[in-house]
């Protein structure tokens, strides 16, 4: 082997655990964000339908009593 490569090598391999620590670490928190995203995307769009529920009801409730 190049004596230069297995300089290179000698210096990166001992790091590489650290390294792909911090990548895993990285992938994790950027799932975990991605969740709670979705999570709050979810309950958003659930309050959201309840809202429109709420708001026909009313409008409803308008129109029959206009009527009457």
Known sequence: MNPILADIYSTILPSAPYIITAYALLWVALLVY?????????KATAQLTLLEEAVADQQAKARAAKDE
């Open 34 to 42: 991605v969740l709670m995203v979705f999570r709050g995307t979810k």
